[in-house]
Structures are given as C-alpha cells and as structure tokens.
C-alpha cells in the first residue's frame, strides 16, 4: 500500500541508533507477528470455529502456508522460550510423525480437499528439526506431499542447530525440497555458550554453511541474541566478525528476554551475569554499526539482510510481509500450523493447538483437532492488523489510500491514536508526510513503539500481558 521505499543500509550507526530514544522508549510490546497478538487469544474459541474457517478458505482455493512444530531438543538451552520436551527418545519423535500425518489427513478432510492443495511456504520449527532421523524427515515430508503440493518458488525453510547436523543431513534436507535453513548461533564466546548450556564451535558452524552452498540452498540465515550472561561488547562484537566471515544472506539479532517466572530453565542463569543495559546499548550500536558497514540492510525489528537479498527487494517494491515466522517475501496467505503449541492463521482467525503430547494424542485418537484456543476476528481487528502491518514493514502508510481501500475516515476513526502519534512525532520517531506515516530511519529500531499506539487491544484491556522489551 505504502508508496515509500523503506529499505535503506545505514552508513553509520548513528542514522540507526540513538540511545536517548532506545532508553525513553525501550518498554515492553508485543513483537506483531500476528495482530491481535497471541496474548488475546482465549478458550472459547474452539475446534467448531477452526473448522469453519478452514471450510471458508477450502472456498477460495488459494496457496497455502505450512508450520510444522516439531518439539524434540537433546539437551536444553538455558535461554529458550520455546515449547520443547528434552528427550534423546526417538521412539517419542516416531510416533509424533504419525500424529501429524493424522492431523494432516483431518484438516484437509474438513477442508473437503478433492486434490493437492498448493503450498507456497513450507517452515520445520522446533524445538530442534533437525532432531528427526532421516527415517522420520522422510516420512513427515511424504505425508506432507501426500496433501500438499509444494509449488515451484516457495520459500521451504527449517532451522538448524549446528551441533546436530552431518553434512548427508543437509543433502537429504535439500533432496526433500528445502531451499532455506536458519541456523542457530547464539554467541560464539565459550564463557558465554557455557553459561547458557550450548557449545557450538566455529567450525561446526562454517561446515554447515559451506553444505548448504553445495548443495543448492537459496537463502542461509543466521540468529544471534544479545544480552545473554556473561556478553560484553568486545565479546559479542568478536562473534559478530566470525559470522559475517560465514557470508550469510540475513542476519537476526534478538534482544535476550529474561523471563525466569514464565520460563523455567531461564532460572539456571544468574542475573548477576547479564550484562547492564549500557553494556546492552552498546552491543547492539556496535552491532548495527559493523552490519551496515559489511552493507546489510536493516529490514525491521532484529532482521537484517544484503541488498540483493529477497527480503530487502521485497520491502524496497513495498512487498514485505509479516507472518509468525517473521518477516517474509510472500504475498499474504492463510498458514496451517500443525503439532503442539502451533499457531496457524486462517481466513479471518488464529487457531493454536494444545501444548502437551498427551493432549494432542488424545485429541486426535477421539477425531477431534487439538484445538486449544484462538481468536475470531472482527473487522477492526483486520483493519487494525493491515496498518500495523504495513508499519512493521514499509515503515510507512499512507493514510488516504488506506481510507480508500476500508471506506473510512482515517482522521476520525483514529482520532485518539493520532492524538498519541503526537509525542511519538516531537521524539521524532515518525513523520507527517502529507497523508503519509513516515518511520525515518531514527525511530525505525522502534517500530514496535509506533504500532503499539494502534493496537485497540493493548489499550483497552486491562490484562496487558507479558511481553519482551521493544529492544
């Protein structure tokens, strides 16, 4: 919608960081990849309202988007949030396959599917993926070809951990169809890997990266968290020269959320050992400075990506999109997530399964869908999450197409949330620029801030949810 190129590679890091903004504005926000954020969902919503969705979007025959979440970890990570069960079992693993061929096999049933459905975008989160035998990658993939069928050009990604993955791994990874892989790093410092029980080495890393280039894959990413124990800019700013010597297309460097009360194995790591909010600032300003240096282009939120990269065409041609994934080349479509705790979209809904292997065997082994809860969506909420979208995207929106496209008056329908813009704008975060919303690079790093101020559900409720920091 917006008609505002937004990509831009910072030439110094002062275009991108300014730390008298990132502290004023630094407060806790959902990171939109969905609008309303999952926080909102509840238990009303459940298997009879998935159903109709998913009968709606049978209708419209349209290509689809796939998450499969697969949980097993062999050992555990101190930071991880994910929803994961630690187990060296593959007996566990299995007999989860078949499971998700059952719940494949039970939506596009409901889904009164008469041939393949189209498929654009395939993503393996975990969890490790890569836990799985060949035995059982094979297997879960031929289902899913069974039901699905995997278009020329999607995007068919997987995350990798690199300490458990053989270089066969990785060809029979790309003989399946996969053409992307994210691959895990963290910080490459011992002191640091040791204090949240994941030692990875250098060479592990560079060996996966170079297989990927043989054997075809498109796209490599790499994911890096700053604020973990023991971390110091000198430190961090060591690992980030090792990986940009690993050449990758895109980079993501998450903000490390300390949540120890929601998340259990976070309690194994001494609060004493994070490093100060300076410290904090200074590891993502040298960051950023040493990425545009090495000419990434800053895509929004923690990505970042080469020039030539899809996903900075895409945001350049105003073409980016947003999903539970992250940032994505794809044209917006529904995704049917499948296994524990996965959230899908689906016409005008969010869905998420249960998040215990009991329930969701026992669910399917009554013919039910494990649906645990969701959100129905009303036409604000499609209205709302299409700004916020576009937001989190372009960095930009312009207000009277968007009044054109919704039939509304943006100045009075949104008469409180432009009231709010108001202190955003004197902070210089955003601009006017005649009809248009303008994030300029300054306040780009705050994004979030600036959708925040539409999102109708943050502002009424009184449950504000537990969220990350913005940075």
Same mark, same amino acid.
């Given at each position: 919608?917006?008609?505002?190129?937004?990509?831009?590679?910072?030439?110094?890091?002062?275009?991108?960081?300014?730390?008298?903004?990132?502290?004023?504005?630094?407060?806790?926000?959902?990171?939109?990849?969905?609008?309303?954020?999952?926080?909102?969902?509840?238990?009303?919503?459940?298997?009879?309202?998935?159903?109709?969705?998913?009968?709606?979007?049978?209708?419209?025959?349209?290509?689809?988007?796939?998450?499969?979440?697969?949980?097993?970890?062999?050992?555990?990570?101190?930071? @991880?949030? @994910?929803?994961?069960?630690?187990?060296?079992?593959?007996?566990?693993?299995?007999?989860?396959?078949?499971?998700?061929?059952?719940?494949?096999?039970?939506?596009?049933?409901?889904?009164?599917?008469?041939?393949?459905?189209?498929?654009?975008?395939?993503?393996?989160?975990?969890?490790?993926?890569?836990?799985?035998?060949?035995?059982?990658?094979?297997?879960?993939?031929?289902?899913?070809?069974?039901?699905?069928?995997?278009?020329?050009?999607?995007?068919?990604?997987?995350?990798?951990?690199?300490?458990?993955?053989?270089?066969?791994?990785?060809?029979?990874?790309?003989?399946?169809?996969?053409?992307?892989?994210?691959?895990?790093?963290?910080?490459?410092?011992?002191?640091?890997?040791?204090?949240?029980?994941?030692?990875?080495?250098?060479?592990?890393?560079?060996?996966?990266?170079?297989?990927?280039?043989?054997?075809?894959?498109?796209?490599?990413?790499?994911?890096?968290?700053?604020? /973990?124990?023991?971390?110091?800019?000198?430190?961090?700013?060591?690992?980030?020269?090792?990986? /940009?010597?690993?050449?990758?297309?895109?980079?993501?460097?998450?903000?490390?959320?300390?949540?120890?009360?929601?998340?259990?194995?976070?309690?194994?790591?001494?609060?004493?050992?994070?490093?100060?909010?300076?410290?904090?600032?200074?590891?993502?300003?040298?960051? %950023?400075?040493?990425?545009?240096?090495?000419?990434?282009?800053?895509?929004?939120?923690?990505?970042?990506?080469?020039?030539?990269?899809?996903?900075?065409?895409?945001?350049?041609?105003?073409?980016?999109?947003?999903?539970?994934?992250?940032?994505?080349?794809?044209?917006? @479509?529904?995704?049917?997530?499948?296994?524990?705790?996965?959230?899908?979209?689906?016409?005008?809904?969010?869905?998420?399964?249960?998040?215990?292997?009991?329930?969701?065997?026992?669910?399917?082994?009554?013919?039910?869908?494990?649906?645990?809860?969701?959100?129905?969506?009303?036409?604000?909420?499609? /209205?709302?999450?299409?700004? %916020?979208?576009?937001?989190?995207?372009?960095?930009?929106?312009?207000?009277?197409?968007?009044?054109?496209?919704?039939?509304?008056?943006?100045?009075?329908?949104?008469?409180?949330?432009?009231?709010?813009?108001?202190?955003?704008?004197?902070?210089?975060?955003?601009?006017?620029?005649?009809?248009?919303?303008?994030?300029?690079?300054?306040?780009?790093?705050?994004?979030?801030?600036?959708?925040?101020?539409?999102?109708?559900?943050?502002?009424?409720?009184?449950?504000?949810?537990?969220?990350?920091?913005?940075?």
């Amino acid at each position: 919608m917006s008609s505002v190129a937004a990509g831009s590679t910072p030439n110094e890091k002062d275009a991108l960081f300014h730390p008298e903004l990132l502290q004023k504005f630094d407060i806790n926000g959902p990171r939109y990849t969905s609008y309303p954020s999952a926080d909102r969902f509840h238990n009303q919503f459940g298997e009879a309202d998935y159903l109709g969705a998913l009968k709606r979007v049978a209708q419209a025959n349209e290509p689809l988007s796939l998450y499969f979440h697969l949980p097993f970890c062999p050992n555990i990570c101190y930071y @991880c949030g @994910c929803n994961k069960i630690i187990t060296k079992d593959h007996g566990r693993s299995a007999k989860y396959i078949k499971y998700l061929a059952k719940e494949m096999a039970m939506v596009c049933a409901a889904m009164g599917a008469q041939k393949k459905i189209p498929v654009t975008q395939l993503h393996w989160g975990g969890g490790t993926p890569t836990f799985l035998s060949h035995e059982e990658m094979i297997e879960l993939m031929h289902h899913t070809r069974e039901h699905f069928d995997l278009l020329p050009g999607g995007e068919y990604s997987i995350e990798i951990d690199p300490r458990r993955v053989t270089e066969a791994d990785i060809a029979l990874l790309a003989e399946l169809g996969f053409n992307r892989i994210s691959l895990g790093v963290q910080d490459f410092n011992l002191e640091v890997q040791q204090a949240v029980h994941r030692v990875q080495t250098i060479e592990e890393t560079r060996a996966v990266m170079d297989w990927s280039r043989r054997y075809g894959f498109k796209s490599r990413s790499v994911d890096l968290i700053y604020g /973990l124990p023991k971390q110091t800019p000198e430190t961090f700013k060591e690992t980030v020269d090792v990986v /940009l010597k690993m050449n990758p297309d895109r980079l993501s460097v998450y903000n490390y959320a300390h949540l120890p009360h929601i998340f259990k194995p976070q309690r194994r790591i001494s609060e004493a050992d994070l490093p100060g909010a300076a410290d904090k600032l200074d590891i993502l300003s040298n960051t %950023i400075a040493r990425l545009g240096q090495a000419g990434y282009v800053f895509i929004g939120m923690d990505h970042f990506a080469k020039p030539d990269d899809e996903l900075a065409i895409a945001q350049k041609e105003g073409k980016l999109h947003r999903n539970f994934q992250g940032y994505s080349t794809q044209a917006e @479509c529904d995704l049917l997530a499948f296994g524990i705790s996965s959230i899908g979209k689906v016409d005008d809904s969010y869905s998420q399964n249960v998040r215990t292997l009991d329930e969701y065997y026992a669910a399917i082994d009554d013919s039910h869908l494990p649906i645990l809860r969701g959100l129905q969506l009303n036409k604000d909420d499609l /209205l709302r999450r299409e700004l %916020i979208g576009e937001l989190m995207c372009q960095f930009a929106l312009n207000t009277e197409q968007f009044s054109r496209s919704h039939q509304i008056d943006f100045a009075s329908y949104f008469k409180a949330e432009i009231e709010e813009l108001k202190h955003l704008e004197d902070a210089g975060l955003l601009e006017w620029r005649g009809a248009t919303i303008f994030v300029p690079i300054k306040g780009r790093l705050l994004a979030r801030r600036v959708a925040m101020t539409f999102d109708r559900h943050l502002r009424e409720s009184q449950a504000k949810g537990t969220y990350s920091k913005v940075l």
